[in-house]
């Protein structure tokens, strides 16, 4: 497992989850592999293929991960880069179907915020399942515009500026905070952008009756999200954040054990 970037629910997901599942997770800091010191990410691949099981990367860019992978003899899993958060969405999409049942198309989801990493692979996930979902974000912060042009092809996906637009009779509601990891020196820009953004109780009521909200933690009450929505009996966050490590299980099933997956 190599961080490049700190975590909580990435780490201890992993690792536990490789534990549940009888094997052992390594943890290796970017200064602690010789990454740090400048050698090749394709060197590395190579390397570690020859140890491991699986590679799992948390890291910045997105062609880190691709490169890693394209020189990897074992299967590498993206555990977030400034580009996509697969794993999150995973444990996301199970928190929603232990909700509302396992069909995802019929259902109506709500993103307000940054079009960040988060929002890229909510698109990603759109396009598979065929839900339809609405993403409200503030001029000059949208998500990326080839991922967000490809699942607007494959489903009903819109981007509009108002969160209440975005959450009007939404039966899910995400967010995130406004500035992610390596953005800390944009924060207040991005407090004054985000402004109305917020998820609170009177956005929380334009949604279903039955709507739940998500984040994908670290949260920043009173910022992208009110303390009593977070802690409120619509909001499935901690469920959100178990379920990292239900969905990491199986996850690591899925690739290195398909067989003892049920049929």
Not at 42 to 70: C, H, K, M, N, P
Not at 169 to 186: K, R
Request: aromatic share 6%; proline share 5%.
């Amino acid at each position: 497992m190599i961080f490049a970037k700190s975590s909580t629910r990435t780490r201890v997901s992993f690792e536990v989850a490789m534990a549940h599942l009888g094997g052992q997770g390594l943890f290796l800091s970017a200064r602690d592999l010789q990454l740090g010191r400048g050698e090749p990410i394709a060197d590395t691949a190579r390397v570690l293929s020859g140890y491991v099981d699986a590679i799992l990367i948390r890291t910045f860019a997105q062609t880190e991960v691709e490169e890693l992978a394209a020189h990897s003899r074992v299967p590498v899993i993206n555990g977030l880069t400034d580009a996509f958060h697969p794993c999150q969405v995973l444990a996301d999409l199970l928190t929603v179907q232990e909700t509302f049942g396992p069909d995802l198309e019929r259902l109506r989801v709500a993103w307000v915020g940054d079009g960040n990493n988060m929002a890229n692979t909510w698109l990603e996930a759109a396009a598979l399942f065929g839900f339809e979902l609405r993403l409200a974000c503030p001029e000059g912060y949208d998500p990326d515009p080839g991922v967000l042009a490809e699942a607007q092809a494959r489903a009903p996906v819109r981007l509009v500026r108002d969160p209440a637009e975005a959450v009007a009779g939404a039966h899910v509601i995400n967010t995130d905070v406004w500035a992610s990891m390596g953005q800390e020196a944009e924060a207040e820009l991005r407090r004054r952008a985000f402004q109305g953004y917020t998820v609170d109780a009177a956005l929380l009521e334009r949604a279903d009756p039955a709507a739940i909200v998500l984040h994908c933690l670290p949260a920043h009450r009173g910022e992208e999200i009110t303390a009593d929505v977070l802690e409120g009996p619509r909001s499935r966050v901690w469920e959100e954040a178990e379920n990292r490590l239900h969905a990491q299980k199986a996850l690591l099933l899925w690739l290195l054990a398909p067989d003892a997956l049920p049929a």
